[in-house]
């Protein structure tokens, strides 16, 4: 099966890509990146992160590899954390527990709108970029966390339309609906048409 290196030294995203191209049975394997994996994120923007992964984990494997660069932003906030969405607080409960209480002044669900914002690259060993897709996925932050599933800040990322927060969806639930979600769809049905493999590595 052909592989690709996924660049990244998060776990759960591990898991939900993986889960994800199981789902859809796409004839794909992922091989994460050998950890350490650290590189310096200093882009201006998530497609300019996600790039410095993917080639550096293309450096160090010599072969095609993807990143994904992932932030929050939230409206009342003028888009903070979103690039900075890592260094926001150094844990997940942290950063929940900070954006909570920056958002206190905020009363009114209309008043807390935000999105998650996914950008996927694919980069060759030699530096060429080959696919690059971002998504954005909208909802709310909710007034207190709720479940236990996932990271980051899905105990208090609201989808409305499920009435529940991402953290109260099992790992294949948030994969119907979520930022990651819509852009590895796009990456797979871009995958799906091009044959990326006979002369890339
Ligand atoms: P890599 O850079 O090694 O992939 P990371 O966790 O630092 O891992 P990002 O820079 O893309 O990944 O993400 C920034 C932060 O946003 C991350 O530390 C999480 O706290 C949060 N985050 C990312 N994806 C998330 C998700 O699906 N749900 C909730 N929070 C998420």
């Given at each position: 099966m ?23 049975k796409f ?28 080639f550096e ?12 660069d ?30 909570l ?33 971002q ?41 119907t ?8 769809k ?12 006979e002369?890339?590595?």
């Amino acid at each position: 099966m052909n592989e690709l290196v996924f660049a990244t030294s998060n776990p759960n995203k591990i898991l939900e890509v993986q889960t994800k191209i199981d789902s859809e049975k796409f004839p794909i394997k992922i091989i994460p990146v050998p950890q350490p994996f650290d590189p310096v994120e200093d882009g201006e923007t998530f497609l300019e992160n996600a790039y410095i992964k993917a080639f550096e984990a293309a450096k160090k494997t010599g072969r095609l590899s993807f990143a994904d660069d992932t932030g929050l932003c939230v409206e009342a906030l003028n888009g903070r954390p979103g690039l900075y969405s890592a260094r926001y607080a150094p844990t997940g409960e942290e950063k929940v527990q900070k954006m909570l209480s920056e958002m206190e002044p905020f009363k009114t669900l209309d008043e807390r709108k935000a999105y998650f914002t996914c950008a996927i690259v694919l980069v060759r060993p030699d530096g060429e970029t080959i696919f690059s897709c971002q998504s954005k996925f909208e909802g709310f932050i909710d007034f207190s966390p709720k479940g236990s599933h996932g990271f980051g800040y899905d105990p208090i990322f609201m989808v409305k339309e499920l009435g529940k927060n991402l953290a109260e969806l099992s790992t294949e639930e948030k994969n119907t609906v979520s930022h990651r979600a819509l852009a590895l769809k796009e990456f797979t049905n871009w995958l799906s048409s091009h044959n990326i493999f006979e002369d890339a590595q």
